[in-house]
């Protein structure tokens, strides 16, 4: 947050200063100026910090807006901004927030977390990682998929930087967040209309038609929140293998039914049978991001989507789960870890061809692990 401390702002959010500091807080929310929460290692608690009341915090909020060169007032009620340090702000002011001016801010880390993070921390398995690996390197479209704060973003900026090295990537998001490391990286991010300003909106979409003229070999979408689905979908079905993007789903196959919504919202003459067939047969893999009750970020899926069966139904196989054993009784942590379902994947073939270094054998579910299996099937 050092950027931010140095200017105007600093002073203004002083009531919050600490936690801004503190990087072992993720995020932080304030909802009315005297109740302030915070994000530790997934954990959410209370913290004692208040502003002097609702105009101070008002004060604040119309200073950080100003500071990114946007209003917040009567007219313009919510604000969605990323601060000059990279932390995502959003907020909402009374009469639409009815308990006073609503905050939320995600901090920006500077030490992203990297597949061996992810592997430390039990989200996904070793095994896991290099199969995630092997997608990337063949190309799989992929779709990482989960809830608000599931881990998503840090999941495509993993499998991102795991794209081979040589390829053209087009990044496009509302707010650069991702930071692949490649050779050749293309980035855009939308803009919001200003109409007191003359400033005209750029969206995704718009964003997506510029894309395809400009040769990527695969094109990310940061999130795929609105009718851009289709174009995400017609990019993967066209040549550009290995494109990616998120999304706010609570399954794999809840993943695909949220994709077929999104693209349903575009004025599309497409009917919606064959939308499904679409995403079935365009999606290849679906890696499911999720926040459990401990507070812990696992990867609770690592799934395949075949297509669509007779009766219109998604047809998605398991390859990767993640399997709770116990719960430790001290720290109440979810103790359990991702396995291989025993499902091998419709392309394994290519991993053959490919001399990948992952054995079918791999795909085996340890003994243990195979009645957890089925009680969660
Ligand atoms: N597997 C994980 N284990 C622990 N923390 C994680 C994990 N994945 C993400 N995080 C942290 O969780 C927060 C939210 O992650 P993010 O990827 O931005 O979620 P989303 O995009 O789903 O909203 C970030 O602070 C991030 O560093
Ligand atoms: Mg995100």
Redesign the pocket.
């Known amino acids: 947050m050092s950027s931010v401390f140095q200017d105007a702002i600093a002073n203004l959010l002083s009531p919050i200063g600490d936690l801004l500091k503190d990087p072992t807080v993720s995020e932080i929310m304030i909802n009315g100026p005297f109740e302030i929460f915070v994000e530790r290692k997934g954990m959410v608690s209370r913290v004692p910090n208040k502003f002097a009341d609702d105009e101070s915090l008002m004060a604040s909020m119309r200073a950080v807006a100003q500071r990114v060169g946007r209003v917040i007032d009567a007219d313009n009620p919510r604000l969605d901004a990323r601060l000059p340090d990279g932390s995502r702000i959003a907020v909402v002011i009374p009469p639409m927030a009815t308990s006073g001016v609503t905050v939320a801010i995600r901090k920006f880390s500077e030490e992203k977390l990297g597949l061996k993070d992810l592997i430390n921390f039990g989200s996904v398995s070793p095994e896991g990682a290099r199969f995630l690996d092997c997608i990337m390197y063949l190309g799989k479209n992929t779709i990482v998929s989960g809830g608000t704060g599931s881990g998503?973003?840090t999941m495509l900026n993993v499998l991102g930087g795991r794209m081979p090295k040589h390829q053209r990537l087009l990044i496009i998001e509302d707010a650069a967040?991702l930071q692949v490391k490649a050779d050749h990286v293309v980035r855009f991010e939308t803009r919001k209309a200003q109409p007191d300003r003359g400033i005209k909106e750029v969206s995704i979409r718009d964003l997506m038609e510029s894309a395809l003229r400009l040769r990527p070999d695969r094109i990310i979408v940061?999130?795929v929140r609105g009718p851009e689905a289709l174009d995400l979908l017609n990019a993967m079905g066209t040549g550009h293998d290995g494109s990616m993007g998120?999304v706010h789903a609570n399954s794999p196959t809840g993943a695909c039914t949220r994709l077929e919504t999104l693209c349903l919202m575009g004025e599309t003459k497409i009917p919606p049978d064959a939308i499904r067939t679409m995403v079935g047969s365009t999606v290849q893999i679906v890696v499911q991001c999720a926040r459990y009750h401990d507070g812990g970020r696992r990867t609770s899926h690592i799934s395949e989507v075949l297509g669509v069966d007779e009766h219109g139904r998604y047809v998605v196989r398991d390859i990767f789960r993640w399997v709770q054993t116990g719960k430790d009784p001290q720290t109440g942590k979810y103790i359990g870890e991702m396995v291989p379902t025993g499902y091998v994947p419709s392309f394994f073939e290519e991993f053959v061809s490919n001399k990948l270094p992952f054995p079918r054998t791999s795909f085996k579910p340890p003994e243990w692990a195979v009645a957890h299996l089925k009680k969660a099937a």
């Open positions: 998503k973003t967040e940061g999130e998120t």
